[in-house]
């Protein structure tokens, strides 16, 4: 009778988000959560559950309801968020790269011309110096953060037009891998053991994980509802320090 009231107690947190002792519910951003899982692999005090469907609009917003224990956000957290007690710590750097079909010949672009080619204006790579073949754009889902901060530094204020919508984030990789013809936007730390797909040079700026120059990146946030405590904080402190940092920069700038 004992077991299962506790039984149900702990599906009962674990439905509203709060962490039983040993565990860490995390939400949000997919690309943040792949450190998360990186990290569990070494990070042995807590175990992680985790929720990456609702990206880092979720991370917010699970940080404000008290719903996670810890969010996710792959990019600058909104004031409005921040205004309701959410508080945002600083984890690492993101560079998001341009991703194309492994037997695609071009190997560099610049801003302009994946301006263009996402807004529609290049349809076809001999237009870049490529092969004659029809462009595919691809984009992720507008609730991921991974969209909205490629589409400020390359698009600007111009819309894209005439991609398809690649979601969630994970099958970015195998869509473009199946079109020689394609071209995504996506976060480096998905192209780790990837041979199928390449990320294109951007500005003559590679994007790798010690190159702070490259032009299309974000910061990486964890989000909490008022000052992290306990399990949270403990794993936090660990994110920030050597240990968790050299865990960072296997697929990330880090913060430190």
């Known amino acids: 009778m004992r077991i299962s009231k506790l039984a149900g107690w702990m599906t009962s947190c674990l439905s509203m988000g709060v962490a039983v002792a040993g565990t860490i519910n995390y939400e949000g951003s997919s690309t943040i959560g792949k450190y998360v899982s990186s990290a569990g692999t070494v990070y042995t005090t807590s ?28 990019r600058v ?22 991703i194309v ?58 819309p894209y037009q005439n991609v398809e919508v690649a979601t969630p984030d994970a099958t970015m990789v195998p869509r473009v891998a199946k079109e020689k013809g394609g071209i995504g936007q996506i976060s480096l730390s998905f192209l780790i053991g990837q041979t199928q797909v390449k990320p294109l040079i951007v500005n003559g700026q590679n994007p790798v994980v010690d190159n702070p120059n490259y032009p299309i990146k974000r910061p990486l946030y964890f989000t909490t509802k008022g000052e992290p405590k306990g399990e949270v904080k403990a794993f ?11 865990v960072i920069k296997q697929s990330f700038i880090g913060a430190k």
């Not at 957290?77 to 341009?98: E, H, N, R």
């Not at 462009?135 to 530094?153: D, G, L, M, Q, Y």
């Not at 936090?236 to 050299?246: H, M, S």
Request: aromatic share 6%; net charge negative; proline share 5%.
């Open 77 to 98: 957290v909104a004031p409005d968020v921040l205004s309701k007690g959410v508080v945002a710590t600083l984890i690492a750097y993101d560079a998001i790269a341009a």
């Open 47 to 74: 175990k992680f559950n985790m929720n990456v469907v609702p990206e880092s609009t979720g991370g917010e917003q699970c940080a404000m309801r008290g719903t996670c224990d810890l969010g996710g956000v792959a």
């Open 101 to 158: 079909h492994n037997d695609n010949p071009v190997k560099e672009l610049s801003s302009a011309q994946l301006k263009d080619i996402f807004s529609g204006k290049i349809k076809n790579w001999s237009e870049v110096g490529g092969a004659d073949l029809p462009i595919k754009p691809f984009v992720v889902k507008e609730a991921s953060a991974t969209r909205e901060v490629f589409a400020k530094a390359i698009l600007g204020d111009t």
């Open 236 to 246: 936090l402190d660990w994110t920030l320090a050597p240990a968790g940092q050299a």
